[in-house]
């Protein structure tokens, strides 16, 4: 079945960029996503691509995405105290249904 | 708007005792699903319902049931609860064709 994994933990400094990074299985995806969870709190949307885009900016995040190595990253840039939480990389081939989600990347950022 | 909401938000069961997860969303969306979170694993899709009426299973579906007699409610039922089912669950909707699914703030349940 579909598979995304990310590394479990990052750490950096205030004002330094984050990058987490991800890798996915299936070639049909439609859509990847990145989701913030902050302690004890649902799931945030913070920015999603379509597959056949490579890039997709939104103020401080940057998302890349390589379609033939299948691999997806988010670059916080500045990145602040209150960036510290999990972010969740998921794949969707059918329009922002059926996700399936990678483990989660917990950042703490270090003042 | 609420948006999704789940309630209780926190529950312990024994084992072998049964009880509903409530979902409600006031989107109209069409589209209504359950996770499970386990730590180091992500969301993991319990079932999922395309409209009023229709439901399915998704990658752990065992010891679950739903039901989606209302676009509005998606219920979620443990018939036995067993502690395997420890986890904080969440749920969520998208409207068809949408590409944003909206999430509950989770259940944290515990099975002791």
């Known amino acids: 079945g579909e598979d995304v994994e990310q590394s479990l933990f990052l750490s950096v400094r205030e004002g330094d960029s984050s990058v987490i990074n991800c890798t996915y299985t299936d070639s049909s995806s439609t859509y990847l996503y990145w989701y913030k969870q902050e302690p004890g709190a649902g799931l945030q949307l913070l920015t999603y691509i379509f597959s056949n885009m490579d890039m997709k900016q939104d103020q401080r995040l940057t998302v890349l995405l390589n379609k033939k190595d299948k691999h997806l990253s988010l670059r916080i840039a500045d990145t602040q105290t209150g960036d510290s939480a999990i972010y969740f990389c998921?794949?969707?081939?059918?329009?922002?249904?059926?996700?399936?989600f990678g483990p989660g990347t917990r950042l703490s950022v270090l003042p | 708007n609420a948006g999704v909401t789940q309630t209780p938000k926190f529950q312990v069961l024994k084992t072998g005792q049964s009880m509903t997860l409530q979902c409600a969303q006031d989107?109209?969306?069409?589209?209504m699903s359950w996770y499970r979170q386990d730590p180091g694993m992500g969301l993991r899709l319990i079932h999922y319902s395309v409209g009023a009426g229709i439901t399915d299973q998704g990658e752990v579906p065992n010891g679950y049931n739903v039901s989606r007699s209302t676009t509005e409610d998606f219920p979620l039922r443990l018939l036995s609860a067993a502690p395997s089912q420890t986890s904080v669950y969440f749920c969520?909707?998208?409207?068809?064709?949408?590409?944003?699914?909206?999430f509950g703030q989770g259940t944290r349940l515990t099975v002791v």
């Open positions: 969520a909707s998208s409207r068809a064709g949408g590409t944003e699914a909206f």
């Open positions: 998921a794949e969707s081939n059918n329009y922002g249904q059926n996700f399936v």
């Open positions: 989107m109209n969306h069409e589209y």
